[in-house]
């Protein structure tokens, strides 16, 4: 009669309940874990991203509605360079206190230039005069139009009325938007090469 020998086994010891605990609690940081170390990651390459991004952006925000504006004409240029180096010629060159028309879209022109405008978008007043004298002012000042509503170059005779209501000397010209030049004294571009804008002068 063969007798079936069995492999005594030692018995487990007790498990401790701190043991337990911490083995559960571990086991659940580490299924938690796990997701929120990929969403840490994530976020934290964002916020590098967005950091490196601003870092290396050289246009003021200001500026970008001279940078992207939709002209009439396509020039392949750095619009943002030569807006800078319009400005700065404006501020070694024409006296401190001109008056000055210019784009309606922008609004750097003074931090810039250091110059009067006879207006801005962008500067509102706040009192309903001045609000009035501010949107006649944008409206004479606007973009003309042809009889087929098409964007047209401003007319000499239209600058120089214009010039007479009020007063201003210098028109910064954004030949986007300008093909032709108009009969006026040309300041600037001379010496230099600006593709995107250009000062005339009108003789008082």
């Given at each position: 009669?063969?007798?079936?020998?069995?492999?005594?086994?030692?018995?487990a010891p007790p498990e401790n309940s701190s043991t337990k605990n911490a083995a559960t609690t571990a086991g659940r940081t580490f299924a938690l874990g796990w997701p929120a170390g990929l969403l840490l990651a994530a976020t934290s390459l964002i916020f590098v991203a967005h950091v490196a991004s601003?870092?290396?952006?050289?246009?003021?925000?200001?500026?970008?509605?001279?940078?992207?504006?939709?002209?009439?004409?396509?020039?392949?240029?750095?619009?943002?360079?030569?807006?800078?180096?319009?400005?700065?010629?404006?501020?070694?060159?024409?006296?401190?206190?001109?008056?000055?028309?210019?784009?309606?879209?922008?609004?750097?022109?003074?931090?810039?230039?250091?110059?009067?405008?006879?207006?801005?978008?962008?500067?509102?007043?706040?009192?309903?005069?001045?609000?009035?004298?501010?949107?006649?002012?944008?409206?004479?000042?606007?973009?003309?139009?042809?009889?087929?509503?098409?964007?047209?170059?401003?007319?000499?005779?239209?600058?120089?009325?214009?010039?007479?209501?009020?007063?201003?000397?210098?028109?910064?010209?954004?030949?986007?938007?300008?093909?032709?030049?108009?009969?006026?004294?040309?300041?600037?571009?001379?010496?230099?090469?600006?593709?995107?804008?250009?000062?005339?002068?009108?003789?008082?």
């Amino acid at each position: 009669m063969l007798v079936q020998q069995t492999r005594s086994e030692s018995p487990a010891p007790p498990e401790n309940s701190s043991t337990k605990n911490a083995a559960t609690t571990a086991g659940r940081t580490f299924a938690l874990g796990w997701p929120a170390g990929l969403l840490l990651a994530a976020t934290s390459l964002i916020f590098v991203a967005h950091v490196a991004s601003r870092w290396q952006q050289d246009i003021a925000a200001a500026d970008l509605l001279v940078v992207n504006v939709d002209g009439r004409f396509d020039i392949d240029t750095d619009r943002h360079r030569d807006w800078l180096a319009a400005c700065d010629w404006i501020s070694k060159h024409t006296p401190r206190d001109s008056m000055w028309f210019t784009p309606r879209y922008q609004q750097t022109f003074k931090w810039y230039a250091g110059r009067a405008e006879v207006v801005c978008w962008k500067d509102v007043p706040q009192d309903n005069a001045s609000v009035l004298e501010w949107y006649r002012r944008i409206q004479d000042t606007s973009l003309r139009r042809d009889e087929y509503g098409q964007l047209r170059d401003w007319h000499t005779q239209e600058l120089l009325e214009l010039s007479d209501r009020y007063g201003f000397e210098y028109i910064l010209f954004d030949r986007a938007f300008q093909q032709a030049p108009p009969l006026l004294e040309i300041l600037y571009p001379i010496e230099t090469e600006n593709p995107s804008f250009a000062i005339c002068r009108i003789r008082k």
